[in-house]
DNA sequence: CTGTTAGCGCGTTCAA
DNA sequence: TTGAACGCGCTAACAG
């Protein structure tokens, strides 16, 4: 077990005081150093392998050069979002925490401020909604001023800023991608839970494909269904549903799921996906359209950017190059992933 | 914007010095504290939402209550051990810093190392062994003290301690519940990759494998299989063996890819699985079993369990409850997973 | 222009 | 129960 290696004994190596070794690391404008005493510094610096210490330098700077990652540690999509975060911290030299979201009372959002307060962090992501708390939570956030950028979280909100995925843009380059490739007016099939209410994204989703299809002079066709139905039931009802659009047919679900019910009805029926019937998934939550046969072609939420974008603008709020009045939205596309349920054409 | 409120405000506002307030706080033996100044002490804290600078703390007691999670961040699983660990070091009042495998010059594994000497983190559990480095970065670990604990890393070694799958006892409890439920001989399906090398793991699988059927009197049937077989040529392959085995049959396979191709060929066939065949995984890596129709019994990898295994060690090294030279290896059994591709007796 | 000294930040801990 | 020192790095003020 080697002793901490301290700024004090690399003064003492290279000859010089203990605040000349601070200034060659960080540069520190008033305090000129000559070439031959920043390369003994440096050099003293390799030879002990000094490392500063982390809570030292926090302590004097307020930064912590930590943000928490706050979200939902068993939804998967949240480990695209962190690999997008680290990549960004790591650009800047920041490090990621983590902080579920959860019912545990040792988790709670206010859990979440007291980092803040106790200068373990810098400033949070979001990945999910702070549940109750909303409003309140909220007025916590500006009371602390405390940086944080949310994702996925609150579209057009006056308070949090946001980095979306642009639903309607997906859905229009996912238009784009079947009607040049297969060039067959697609049906519009739209999954929903229980009661028939669509989530915001889902409106935007319906809008852009009731524009689309009216800008190219189609007859916009949408088949609504539940996502609640048995798998029985569900089978009978897509066969039926296939049957009525007749072949070949170009589809385009909502949701991943709704890619896949229709893409088994078809192979139950012996329609031959990707020749017959082209279907295509306007995301692709569960993630395991490309392990399914045939591999399910999708828009996919662009989860890791999100992360990146969300954690880069984080950093300016920390560093002061962006002011904290700013809270204005970010979309960000979501990206086309061809696999096999589509034909494409060859170039 | 409040300002931040230190120990020195608790302590006026309490009317005692700063060292009750920290005695209160941390139940500092040898400071003994009257029951009205604690409660005044309490309700200072309280009244002005006083948090402890987490910085200033780590600075002197040397200890960031961090640990890192060195793993893939591009690797599904990982999220699970995250929970995992998680959960345990909240219970110690410990956070989880991320820090991903990577090849990119930002994150090396010395830069893990630095991360302790800059005391940034207590130790690491590891989620990935750190590739090249090895023998070398082993040595390092040792030479600093670091805490350090590694998920499926390595079995048996003799400097690193390890949590582990029992590989062994979960094809065990496989091949268990096969025989209760279907009473049918199990067929044991291979998959291996290109030069037919088995990994540790599959190694014990097999072992374990032949030595219960012996053990029931019964005739070992191995199907090996290359996984780096086109859709064609393995739809042909599993289509043929089916034939061979004869129906009905009952299906152990090593991966799980094996259980969705087996399964696909035989719908293919028209044989009904989950009745005639029936199909069971010892893992599940792609986390898609449920998801498939019919959803496929497996073993599960206990990743979540293994992570807070492996934390809850980690705290026991770093706060001295564990010697350091403790360097055993830990088992824990694979979780089943009951689903469709396995008919079942009912009580 | 180069470099030093002294004091600070905040909580912990030991001697009194 | 408390005052004072300490841990380690940063930086304003100051001196060569």
Redesign the pocket.
């Known amino acids: 077990m080697t002793k901490?290696?301290?700024?004090?004994d690399v003064a003492k190596l290279a000859?010089?005081?203990?605040?000349?070794?601070?200034?060659v690391?960080?540069g520190?404008p008033?305090?000129?150093?000559?070439?031959?005493?920043?390369e003994a510094v440096l050099k003293a610096i390799q030879e002990l392998n000094?490392?500063?210490?982390a809570q030292?330098?926090g302590?004097?700077?307020?930064r912590s050069h930590c943000i928490a990652a706050y979200g939902n540690v068993s939804n998967p999509m949240f480990l695209q979002v962190l690999e997008g975060m680290q990549g960004a911290c790591a650009a800047h030299g920041y490090h990621v925490l983590l902080y579920p979201s959860s019912k545990e009372p040792q988790h709670t959002i206010d859990g979440l401020l007291d980092l803040y307060l106790q200068r373990r962090i810098d400033g949070i992501v979001a990945l999910d909604r702070p549940h109750q708390a909303n409003e309140a939570w909220i007025r916590q956030l500006v009371k602390h001023r405390l940086p944080y950028v949310s994702v996925e979280g609150y579209p057009h909100h006056e308070e949090v800023p946001s980095v979306l995925m642009d639903y309607q843009e997906s859905i229009r380059r996912a238009l784009d991608f079947l009607w040049g490739n297969v060039g067959l007016p697609p049906v519009y099939v739209e999954m929903h839970h229980g009661a028939h209410t669509l989530g915001w994204g889902d409106q935007q989703r319906r809008e852009a494909y009731e524009l689309w299809m009216k800008e190219h002079g189609l007859q916009p066709r949408i088949a609504a269904a539940s996502a609640d139905l048995s798998w029985e039931e569900g089978a009978e009802h897509w066969k039926r549903c296939i049957q009525e659009w007749g072949l070949p047919t170009a589809v385009l679900t909502n949701w991943s799921r709704g890619a896949v019910y229709v893409s088994r009805a078809a192979q139950m029926m012996g329609v031959p996906v990707g020749e017959q019937l082209h279907v295509m998934a306007a995301d692709n939550t569960k993630r395991i359209h490309e392990y399914l046969y045939p591999s399910i072609t999708s828009m996919e939420v662009p989860y890791r950017e999100m992360g990146s974008a969300a954690a880069e603008r984080l950093v300016e709020y920390i560093e002061g190059r962006r002011p904290y009045e700013d809270k204005s939205t970010q979309w960000l596309p979501a990206i086309l992933a061809v696999r096999q349920s589509v034909a494409t054409v060859s170039s």
């Open positions: 901490r290696v301290t700024s004090f000859g010089v005081s203990r605040s000349v070794v601070s200034a690391l960080n520190t008033g305090i000129g150093v000559s070439e031959e005493k920043r000094y490392q500063v210490d030292a330098r302590m004097k700077t307020g």
